[in-house]
């Protein structure tokens, strides 16, 4: 795809954070994972962390801190194919079925200022998904799962509007098939069109997700 086609797909859109939603305004770059989901954060050693605040390390990566985005190279990138979405209606959307696109895959909680950041460009860029041959998936990891999300709907229908939002798969289909422990939100991934893992970044950075895609949108 030529270089001209992709600038067409940022034109417009709204690449530095707004205060848009209901929500307490945050310079912070990422939120404590809340758990609540059969994924949830675990220790150092696979113990689940029952602490409900950052506790633990991966490695020697100190767990709780936002992170640069990666961009891997083909032979480095791992199947992403396991996870899936559900929909309001408890539809199940796999990766398996994205084949030949690339799916972006933003996690976020409502209660973390700069989840709602990420989520403001994934409403943008899901809008204009199908015409440069990517899904979005904005996934949301809130304890109450679609109770809770019900009145930050409400309070921002008129922006969020028509966006298709998910809850995640559990277990085999949860985000621990993309990466082993999400510490912190909102958490991008962008797996490419064989379904492998090409993007991640823990955090939020204004236009980071941009940029990713004009990585990869040229790919063969």
Known sequence: MRIPAILLLVSGLSLQAQALYQSRPTSDAA??????????????????????????????????????????????????????????????????D????????????????????LLNELVDFQAKGEKFGFEVWPVCLDEGK?????????????????????????????????MKVLPVLPALFILDREGKVAYQKLGYEPNALVGALKKLIPEK
């Open 31 to 96: 939120c404590p994972r809340i758990e609540g989901h059969e994924d949830a954060m675990f220790r150092k050693g696979g113990q689940r962390n029952t602490t409900g605040g950052i506790a633990g390390a991966v490695g020697d990566q100190v767990m709780g801190e936002a992170t640069g985005g990666v961009l891997f190279p083909k032979a480095e990138r791992q199947p992403g194919t396991a996870f899936a979405v559900y929909d309001a209606a408890n539809k199940a959307l796999p990766v398996s």
């Open 98 to 117: 994205m084949k030949g696109k690339l799916v972006v895959i933003g996690f976020w909680q409502t209660t973390c200022g700069p989840s709602l950041n």
């Open 146 to 178: 679609w109770a809770a999300l019900g009145p930050f709907l409400a309070k921002n229908r008129a922006f969020v509007g028509k966006t298709r939002l998910y809850m995640p798969g559990l277990g085999e289909q949860g985000p621990a098939s993309l």
